[in-house]
């Protein structure tokens, strides 16, 4: 009797500019001949139409079934099964790597050597999305409130509840020193301590606790403006960084502009029980229908997802290939200053795959 070793990937491809890039990605897997069977769960406006839901019961099983998901970028009646992915899944460190690849089209003048990742929790602070009108606001005691006026006296206006909880960001410090560990060994924890005491100092100071598990890996704090200023500066003193949510989303934004944009940036989504994978770009509306979105952040998730499959000799080899195109530099996407299309780059890269 013979035994099915083949992983099962959802895939959903997305809304706008995703699919284009989603499925010459897949294209390309599949000349890799790789031990994947791909399913298709219906989920936005086509489930809508077939089971009257956005995200129907039967396209959660399959995902439930399924080894991983890889993702497109929702822009709407998809963001349910997103929704699923992340807080139903609780995957909470989002991983974003940043690693300059020559050829790319970077705005600083030594891009060369930048190889940092960002573990962003992912399901806690601002995106709890507690929001309300001020008026309602029980009367809190904020720090300096004799100097300032109360937060209720503002009103009107709305708050946001910004959540940070010592399990929540224990797990996600934890599973970056632990990704610290496996790499250059130096972890950098950063938010605003100064002004947030409560809530970033918890972060830090669990952050500063878990230390001491981890002897072998260098930890240092900066504050997260100190942060940008840095990042931007000398990215290539970084190795891991990890921070809350909002910083993370916004900051590994940063990072990608500094490697040559969103095109260029992966990223994964992983949980203790599940993880999915998804570019850290949005659907790109504006170059829709133009077959010129960079695939390049879809292959290189996807080598994560390849990682996280067990296959790790074929993510070496993508990578590896993807490089190469870059090095080469002579079939590169608009948003890296070429003339080429997503489907005649993902034909570069199968080249590619034939030399290394
Ligand atoms: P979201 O809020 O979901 O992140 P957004 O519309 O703010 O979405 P993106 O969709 O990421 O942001 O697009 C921001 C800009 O980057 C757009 O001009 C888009 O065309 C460009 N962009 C994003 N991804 C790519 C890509 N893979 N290749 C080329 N350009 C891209």
Known sequence: ?????????????????????????????????????????????PAMA?????????????????????????????????????????????????????????????????????????????????????????????????????????????YAVKAITEAGSERVIRFAFELARRRRGCLTVTAKFNMLPLTDGLFRDVALSLAQEFPDVTLETFIVDDFACRLVREPQ????????????????DAAAGLIGGLGMAPSGCYGNDYAYFETAHGTAPDIAGTHTINPTANLLTAAMMLDHLDLGEAASRLRAAVARVYLEGRVLTPDQGGTAGTEAFCAEVARQLECV
């Open 1 to 45: 009797m013979s035994i099915d070793v083949r992983k099962r990937v959802a895939v959903i491809e997305g809304d706008d500019a995703s699919p284009e890039a989603v499925r010459p990605t897949i294209a390309l897997l599949d000349t890799m001949n790789l031990p994947i069977e791909w399913i298709y769960p219906l989920v936005g406006d």
């Open 50 to 158: 077939q089971y009257g839901s956005p995200f129907p019961a039967e396209s959660r099983a399959q995902i439930d079934g399924a080894d991983t998901t890889f993702f497109g970028s929702t822009s709407g009646s998809s963001g349910a099964s997103l929704f699923y992915l992340r807080w139903g899944k609780q995957t909470f460190a989002n991983v974003r790597p940043a690693r300059y690849l020559t050829g790319a089209r970077s705005p600083l003048a030594d891009p060369a050597d930048i190889d940092l990742v960002i573990v962003r929790e992912n399901l806690e602070d601002l995106y709890v999305r507690a929001e309300g009108e001020l008026s309602t606001l029980a009367e809190p005691a904020p720090r300096g409130a004799t100097i300032r006026r109360s937060v209720k006296d503002l009103a009107p206006g709305r």
């Open 237 to 252: 003193r970084f190795d891991v960084v990890v921070m809350p949510n909002l910083y993370g989303d916004i900051l590994s």
